[in-house]
Each structure stands twice: as C-alpha cells, then as structure tokens.
C-alpha cells in the first residue's frame, strides 16, 4: 500500500515536499514514480527513481525545479518541489513496480503495479 501525502495550496515560486509512505511490503526492490493529473487533463509523469536511488528521471517541464529522492530504512519516497508554477497544479499520485535492474526505472503509468491514492498540489498565481 502506498500513501501520498504532503499536498496543499500554495503561491507561485513556493516549495512543497510530496511523500509517498509504504506499508505491507518493503519497497526496497521497486522502482517508485511519481504522476500528476490535471483537471480534463490526462495522467502524466513526472519523475522516477530506481530502487537504489541511483538513477532518477524527470519530465522536462520540471528538470531543475523537482527532486525524487528515498529513503529505503524509511519506505519512503519524496519529491521535493521548488519554484513551482501554476502549470503544476494536480493530483499527484506515486506508483511502484518490482525491478530486478538497480538502475531501471519506468516513465510509463501501465508498468507499475501498486499506485497511491494522490495528494492534491495547487498552486495560485
């Protein structure tokens, strides 16, 4: 089970830390990822990181403003996001699926398994 959390309303140019909790398993062999929708919009991605934190990857639009991070002791995945935009206004949902690969990660919705219930992020203008 995976649990979002760390969402609310804030201005343009604030920070906001999302968390993603697991509980009934350990995580530490899943690649996590983090989605966002926005109203009439469809489900969209936006960052990943591999089970061993080593590789991350993140959609253009918030390269330099987003970090993924974990903490595998913790089952515990985080994004940190600063400089935020209106534009970035959504649900955001994380997500996990099993990798073998240290390094694999997964941009696409349809490869992950387990999915969080999402945190609501808006931001005013």
């Known amino acids: 089970q995976l649990q979002a959390s760390g969402g609310g309303l804030v201005q343009t140019g604030n920070s906001l830390r999302l968390s993603c909790a697991a509980s009934?398993?350990?995580?530490?062999?899943?690649?996590v990822g983090w989605f966002r929708q926005a109203p009439g919009k469809e489900r969209e991605f936006v960052a990943t990181?591999?089970?061993?934190?080593?590789?991350?990857d993140y959609v253009d639009s918030v390269k330099g403003r987003f970090t993924i991070s974990r903490d595998n002791a913790k089952n515990t995945i985080y994004l940190q996001m600063n400089s935020l935009k209106p534009e970035d206004t959504a649900v955001y949902y994380c997500?996990?699926?099993?990798?073998?690969?240290?390094?694999?990660?997964?941009?696409?919705?349809?490869?992950?398994?387990?999915w969080g219930q999402g945190t609501l992020v808006t931001v005013s203008s």
């Open positions: 997500a996990a699926v099993y990798k073998s690969n240290r390094y694999a990660t997964a941009r696409s919705p349809y490869e992950y398994d387990y």
């Open positions: 009934g398993r350990t995580y530490s062999r899943y690649a």
């Open positions: 990181i591999s089970w061993s934190g080593d590789t991350t």
